[in-house]
């Protein structure tokens, strides 16, 4: 690659970085404005907890489909779409007068949001590889904690002074900037005459592409393990807040800022994350181990006070993020795998995770309705964060222990 394609390319990942940021940052934003939601729409947390769960939902359904637009539009041109529907959705949700009208602010952001994510993985496998590619999903995983982070510190501050309305106004702004230099930055990599015959026959087998994938067992194991952090992340940034308010006797800026050093630690493990694989030879044993820190540590939080509690803060934001960039190299580890087909596999896995999260706030407000409290349903969902060990102790392995042996034969 000469110096032009080696700058350009850093430019593509500072681009998707931003815009990682700024889709974990407007989905978040959301969990210090429960309280403010629901009592200017006279609506029960159950519904306000729905604003969360619905861009899981939308989300997963678009990344599933992703890859089809894309074999339209481009990977690039999907991503920047995607990017300007956050931006809209988010400000549509701004200027909201109505539940409803926030409602589809919230989804039309959800529909960027599964446009851009598996994308996020895919175009960077054209411009890095190797252990390059570990750490660079390693970075952009460290974006959505970055951006959560930022979010749940910084927005009921800002909510207080100019109105909670107002600051989605200004993230949508935001986020609309880096639309417009997502259209200068996000531009095809030139391709050699094999990998331009090899992209169009993957355009041509857009179906097969996808019952091959949906028949590896990989593929589910996968997903079912992505479950469990999505929907522990979208419980912790929806409801933790206001359970921290209540249980807790504290201010829900106190309450934002206990959320947000969740995912302010999960901002090195990150980083952390990329530089084990980069010299782990082995994955399954890496992801159970994370697998248990995110049951444990969540339900930590529930039962436990002082020191403990704020490990207990610290272990979780490890638990969300530490896996990322080990879990997001496995499908391009795999056999027969494109940049195509990655990301297809990477879109299904994303669609079931975030069904999961879709339902994590809905069935968690049902539980509050019913029982006055929301620790029985953090309660499941601390110990559903097990699953994904369980689902890692039955996968095959994939790392660079395997490839060496591959290498010899």
């Not at 951006?147 to 510190?153: D, E, H, K, R, V």
């Not at 610290?314 to 896996?323: A, D, E, K, N, P």
């Not at 029982?371 to 097990?386: N, V």
């Amino acid at each position: 690659m000469n110096a032009q394609g080696i700058h350009h390319k850093w430019r593509v990942e500072v681009t998707l970085y931003a815009s990682a940021i700024m889709m974990s940052l407007i989905w978040s934003s959301l969990g210090p404005m429960m309280l403010e939601i629901t009592e200017k729409f006279q609506i029960p947390l159950v519904k306000a907890g729905l604003l969360s769960g619905i861009v899981a939902c939308v989300l997963g359904l678009f990344a599933s489909i992703s890859s089809m637009i894309s074999s339209r539009l481009g990977m690039e041109n999907t991503a920047s779409l995607g990017v300007f529907l956050m931006s809209i959705g988010c400000l549509m949700t701004g200027l909201a007068d109505r539940y409803s009208w926030v409602l589809v602010g919230r989804i039309i952001f959800s529909i960027g949001a599964g446009m851009f994510f598996p994308m996020l993985g895919a175009i960077i496998m054209q411009w890095f590889d190797g252990d390059e590619l570990v750490m660079i999903n390693s970075i952009n995983f460290s974006g959505t904690a970055v951006g959560t982070s930022i979010g749940l510190a910084i927005t009921a501050p800002i909510m207080h002074i100019i109105g909670w309305q107002e600051t989605l106004i200004i993230y949508g702004m935001i986020c609309g900037i880096v639309a417009c230099f997502s259209l200068f930055t996000l531009v095809p990599k030139r391709m050699t005459d094999s990998e331009k015959y090899s992209d169009q026959r993957d355009h041509e087998k857009t179906k097969a592409i996808y019952l091959d994938v949906m028949k590896r067992k990989e593929t589910w194991l996968l997903a079912m393990a992505f479950a469990a952090p999505v929907s522990l992340s979208v419980i912790t940034h929806t409801f933790l807040p206001a359970y921290f308010v209540t249980t807790k006797n504290i201010g829900m800026e106190t309450a934002g800022y206990y959320v947000s050093s969740v995912y302010l630690s999960g901002i090195p493990a990150a980083i952390l994350g990329g530089v084990i694989g980069v010299k782990l030879d082995s994955r399954r044993p890496f992801l159970i181990f994370n697998g248990i820190i995110l049951g444990v540590s969540f339900l930590g939080l529930l039962f436990f006070e002082g020191l403990v509690f704020k490990i207990c803060l610290s272990f979780l934001g490890v638990g969300f993020l530490l896996f990322t960039g080990i879990f997001y190299t496995i499908p391009m580890e795999l056999n027969k795998m494109t940049p195509r087909s990655a990301g297809v596999m990477l879109g299904i896995i994303t669609f079931v995770g975030m069904q999961f999260g879709f339902s994590a706030p809905i069935f968690v407000g049902w539980l509050e309705l019913k029982t006055g409290s929301l620790l029985l349903g953090l309660i499941f969902y601390g110990f559903f964060g097990f699953m994904m060990a369980i689902c890692a102790f039955l996968i095959d392995e994939t790392g660079n222990k395997v490839s060496s042996k591959d290498g010899h034969m």
